[in-house]
Structures are given as C-alpha cells and as structure tokens.
C-alpha cells in the first residue's frame, strides 16, 4: 500500500521560498507522475504542477514564474520549491501520486496534506 | 475555458438520491474524476475513468458524462457521505495541465 507524507516548514515569512517535501512509502517513484496541489483555508482545490523522474515536468500557469519541482529516485522522495511567497499561498499544500491506465488523470493516492502559513 | 464548475451546495434526506453535476468545456474530451473530502482530512478518490471505482469505495457512487457535464450520483446516500466533493479533469489548452471544480458540499439529512 503507497503512502505518501509531506514534510516541510509550518510557517515561512514573506517573499522568502517555501521547500516541501514529500516521501513514498511502500512502492518506486519511478513508475508514477507525481503531483502537487494546494488548498487555502476555507475554499478548494487548486493543482500546482506535476513531475515525473523522467524529467517531464508540468507547472500551473499561474504559478510557473515562482515554482519548481524536483525529483530524488534514491531517496524516493519529490520536492516543491515556491518563490517570493505571500499571504495568498497560505494553504494546506497535498502530494498526490497521478493514477496509471484509465485512472491516469485522476489523483489516487493522497499524503495527509501539510499547512503552511505566511506571516512576518 | 479552464474552469469547471459545481453548484455550491445540495442537501439530500437519508437513504435517497443526489446527483452532482460539473461543468466544463474540458469535459467534452477528457473524463472527470471524483474526490470525496470530509473536515480536516485530505482528499479520497471515489470515481475515475469512464465511471471506474477504487477498492473499497462503496458502490451506491457512480458517475456518468454528457457533453460538457460530468455527474456523479450517490444512490441511498447515507450519514457518513456528508463532505465536500470535487471533480477534475485535464483542463482544454492541450498542455496537460489540470484543473478542479468548486466544490460541492454535500448534507444528508
């Protein structure tokens, strides 16, 4: 059974970087893509961008000038790098593992989810 | 448009029926997935694919699409359905990116 667990910072300040990182227990990371998505308190979910140890990577939009998304199959573990941050990306932030097959577009296997908040 | 789209909230009396509709243009080429999210927990997928279930999601969900519009329907709904659900799918710029509706929340009363 795969499970997955964010770790990371709870509080980062303004304009300063917010690094997470998520581990993959129980199976290879190098079989899946692997995802990160965000709620902020209160509201719903936004995708931020997914990654796959073959160097394909794929960023939201709104977020590409300010993220990155890294990859460590010896560690089996994925990372999340958020630049010049505000109040705005105050949110639970969730890996998430991307399905295989016909499930390929659907989220299946979520991490616990990690809150960060932003504050001087 | 990249946007999916749910109606905020629905209520439905113990044991009956309730359908959540999403719509987006994503949806007429790209099949909607289904979470299920209760207070302070993450996430659980309940729907995916055509109208494909994981392990141990109980049968009374299944989804279904139309056009534009993805449906997922809970026959006999009962106390412990009551969360928030979302639907998803890869948004329509053909750049592989995704994108989630607002959210229903879902009351059994």
């Known amino acids: 059974q795969v499970q997955l667990q964010e770790s990371g910072p709870g509080l980062v300040k303004p304009s300063e970087t917010l690094s997470l990182t998520c581990s993959v227990f129980?199976?290879?990371?190098?079989?899946?893509?692997w995802s990160w998505i965000r709620q902020p308190p209160g509201k719903g979910l936004e995708w931020i961008g997914y990654i796959h140890s073959t160097g394909n990577i794929n960023y939201n939009p709104s977020l590409t000038s300010r993220l990155s998304l890294s990859i460590d199959t010896s560690k089996n573990q994925f990372s999340l790098r958020l630049r010049s941050v505000t109040a705005a990306d105050t949110a639970v932030y969730y890996c998430?593992?991307?399905?295989?097959?016909?499930?390929?577009?659907?989220?299946?296997?979520w991490g616990q989810g990690t809150m960060v908040t932003f504050s001087s | 448009s990249s946007e999916l789209t749910q109606d905020p909230a629905v209520a439905v009396a113990l044991g009956q029926t309730v359908r959540i509709t999403c719509q987006g243009d994503?949806?007429?080429?790209?099949?909607a997935s289904w979470y299920q999210q209760k207070p302070g927990q993450a996430p659980v997928l309940v729907i995916y694919g055509k109208n494909n279930r994981p392990s141990g999601i109980p049968d009374r969900f299944s989804g279904s699409s139309s056009g534009n519009t993805a449906s997922l329907t809970i026959t006999g709904a009962q106390a412990e359905d009551e969360a928030d659900y979302y639907c998803n799918s890869r948004d329509s710029s053909g750049n592989h990116h995704y994108v989630f509706g607002t959210g229903t929340k879902v009351t059994v009363l």
């Open positions: 998430a593992r991307i399905g295989a097959g016909e499930a390929g577009d659907a989220f299946d296997i």
């Open positions: 129980g199976g290879s990371i190098s079989s899946y893509y």
């Open positions: 994503s949806l007429r080429s790209h099949h």
